[in-house]
């Protein structure tokens, strides 16, 4: 993937992050800045036509198996254009910190449930080929802390 494609992703997630914490913020009347929270930023390459083996991956065993070891997610994406709609996986996680990411990813990547859940889905053909992760922080200006 070029760095305009890369980036020109990058900005629509964070334009569909942005939207998303404005319509779950839209009552509030203040946002805490006290937060430390750091942001997970991942995008999953699938091999071709493994789109949908992992959206339903996701939807039946990651995003459970996500909140039973404390990685909370914040919202899941699929580009608008081809050919990125057809073998992409976007997605941001919350963490309290980089050291609880750090533990609760190992939890999660040791958990037997997980294994055999990514062993049966990988049985026809590994779904994913890359996985690119970026930690991030909030910027000054940005709403969700």
């Known amino acids: 993937m070029n760095n305009w494609i890369r ?20 009552s509030a009347n203040k ?12 995008i999953y390459h699938t091999a071709p ?5 992992l959206q339903t991956l996701f939807r039946d065993h ?7 070891h404390g990685l909370d997610s914040v919202g ?3 580009p608008q254009d081809k050919p990125d709609s057809e073998s992409t996986w976007i997605y941001i996680l919350a963490h309290k910190s980089r050291d609880d990411a750090k533990k ?3 939890a999660f990547q040791a958990d037997p449930d997980w294994q055999a859940a990514l062993k049966a889905a990988n049985a026809d053909g590994k779904v ?5 992760s970026t930690f991030m922080d909030p910027a000054d ?4 802390k």
């Open 7 to 26: 980036l020109s992703l990058v900005a629509a997630v964070s334009f569909g992050l942005g939207a998303l914490v404005t319509a779950r913020l839209g």
């Open 31 to 42: 946002v805490s800045a006290a937060s430390n929270r750091v942001y997970e930023l991942r």
């Open 49 to 53: 036509g493994k789109l949908a083996n």
């Open 62 to 68: 990651t995003v459970p198996m996500f909140k039973k």
């Open 76 to 78: 899941y994406w699929v």
């Open 104 to 106: 609760n990813w190992a």
């Open 128 to 132: 994913v080929e890359k996985i690119d």
């Open 141 to 144: 200006i940005s709403p969700l």
